[in-house]
T-cell receptor, first 109, second 114 residues
Framework: GNSVTQMEGPVTLSEEAFLTINCTYT??????LFWYVQYPGEGLQLLLK?????DKGSNKGFEATYRKETTSFHLEKGSVQVSDSAVYFC????????FGTGTSLTVIP | EAGVAQSPRYKIIEKRQSVAFWCNPI?????LYWYQQILGQGPKLLIQ????????DSQLPKDRFSAERLKGVDSTLKIQPAKLEDSAVYLC????????????FGPGTRLTVL
């Protein structure tokens, strides 16, 4: 079945550092891929998505490219801010209702 | 546009007591979801409604949990009786019928069972 393997946290970065959170998937076919973010005390928000191979999803400075050759959908941001501190979830392809434990990111000034 | 509303935001009860949570989805959203998020884990889907019908309740512990969405709008999730392991944040989400891959989440209800 479809599943993801997401980089474990926690991750601590200084402001303006480069961020990568790895996510690899197994899937039948080429389903849509998603990243969600959960800020402290809030519900999840869809951060970005890609609907087909080689698509790049982007939002709020974050990007992720759907790479079928490496079955990856890594999340990247060139310069993180303190306000990016949150938990990030890579959702299983094709069925975003089953989340993993996520990756906690803390950005320090 | 108003977001998904949930109440209460916090609830503390003793084990074996009953508790109910309320959710009002975004206006016009046909699909409604309840999730359980235990501390340090990702959300787990408990039940999904399409209008007032149940689409998926395979992970709902039906011996103690129940949910309803009688008029296809707001929904109630109930736990009776509560156990210590039910301590979690209960998240409600909704989505448009034609765009179910974009879920909008409420702030959640944090339940503590003592």
């Amino acid at each position: 079945g479809n599943s993801v393997t997401q980089m474990e946290g926690p991750v601590t970065l200084s402001e303006e550092a480069f961020l990568t959170i790895n996510c690899t998937y197994t899937a039948t076919g080429y389903p849509s891929l998603f990243w969600y973010v959960q800020y402290p005390g809030e519900g999840l928000q869809l951060l970005l998505k890609a609907t087909k191979a080689d698509d790049k999803g982007s939002n709020k400075g974050f990007e992720a490219t759907y790479r079928k050759e490496t079955t990856s959908f890594h999340l990247e941001k060139g310069s993180v801010q303190v306000s990016d501190s949150a938990v990030y979830f890579c959702a299983p392809p094709g069925n975003q209702f089953y989340f993993g434990t996520g990756t906690s990111l803390t950005v320090i000034p | 546009e108003a977001g998904v509303a949930q109440s209460p935001r916090y609830k503390i009860i003793e084990k074996r007591q009953s508790v109910a949570f309320w959710c009002n989805p975004i206006s016009g959203h046909a699909t409604l979801y309840w999730y359980q998020q235990i501390l340090g884990q990702g959300p787990k889907l408990l039940i999904q409604f399409q209008n007032n019908g149940v689409v998926d309740d395979s992970q709902l512990p039906k011996d103690r949990f129940s949910a309803e969405r009688l008029k296809g709008v707001d929904s109630t999730l109930k736990i009776q009786p509560a156990k210590l392991e039910d301590s979690a944040v209960y998240l409600c989400a909704s989505s448009d019928f034609y765009s179910t891959d974009t879920q909008y989440f409420g702030p959640g209800t944090r339940l503590t069972v003592l």
